[in-house]
């Protein structure tokens, strides 16, 4: 019983997974994420059930759209079968509990958002107030993180942040917000973890680019995506990488 349930969680995030990649891709134009059928977005042409299965569609026709053979962007598999990894994680951590729809919900949106703001530079509001319920709704089912650690959570991040933000001007609205949302879900000693990683990420990501000759010195690179997956990591495995830092130092 307990490989099908791991299985089915997975088929449930592959799913998930192919909507939000519709998501991605409508919300930044202002299109209906529910009405209307999926198109290619080179030729147009309406889709068929049989072109929309997650990830097997993409490899049965080889990355390629059927209709006009176009290109099909492997982010598309990627985002698919990253959800059904973080659906799978959560079932295998979480079990069949009420916080893992929560879990569930918040993983989506981070990937979500991360992919809109990788390539629109702009956060939508709608999913800061998603991820803000979320967190209050934790807070009240479960006891993993007090209270008085989500809301220092909430400003022992985005304070500062927004206090440099005002001062320089070099940092977003969005993140801000993002990391007091964040903050809240995760308490503060995950939130600063989620900081350190999501920091880490961006350098690496920026030396990389610079490295290939991609970027320049004032290339505008977007936070949200590094502080989205960080979260994701702390939200899964905050916890044992704290236990094990604080192994190494005895």
């Not at 893992?100 to 979500?112: G, N």
Request: glycine content about 8%; aromatic content about 12%.
């Amino acid at each position: 019983m307990e490989i099908f349930m791991r299985i089915y969680a997975v088929l449930v995030g592959l799913v998930i997974g192919s909507f939000l990649n519709v998501l991605v891709y409508r919300i930044p134009q202002k299109l209906s994420s529910v009405k209307g059928t999926s198109f290619c977005p080179q030729c147009g042409h309406r889709l068929k059930w049989y072109d929309l299965f997650p990830m097997l569609s993409y490899l049965f026709l080889l990355g390629r759209c059927r209709y006009c053979g176009a290109r099909i962007s492997p982010r598309y598999p990627a985002v698919e079968g990253l959800n059904a990894l973080c659906y799978y994680l959560i079932y295998i951590q979480n079990g069949l509990r009420p916080s893992s729809l929560i879990y569930a919900v918040v993983c989506s949106c981070l990937i979500v958002l991360a992919l809109i703001d990788y390539d629109h530079k702009i956060i939508p509001d709608r999913f800061h107030i998603i991820i803000g319920i979320s967190a209050v709704a934790l807070g009240f089912i479960t006891r993993e993180v007090t209270w008085l650690e989500r809301v220092i959570g909430f400003f022992a991040i985005s304070l500062p942040m927004l206090v440099l933000a005002l001062v320089t001007g070099g940092i977003g609205e969005g993140d801000v917000k993002l990391f007091a949302v964040c903050g809240l879900l995760l308490g503060w000693k995950l939130i600063l973890l989620t900081m350190l990683l999501s920091s880490v990420l961006a350098a690496v990501y920026g030396i990389a680019l610079m490295a290939i000759k991609k970027a320049k010195g004032k290339t505008e690179i977007p936070f949200g995506p590094f502080i989205a997956f960080s979260v994701i990591i702390c939200l899964l495995a905050g916890e044992r990488i704290i236990n094990f830092y604080l192994s190494l130092l005895g």
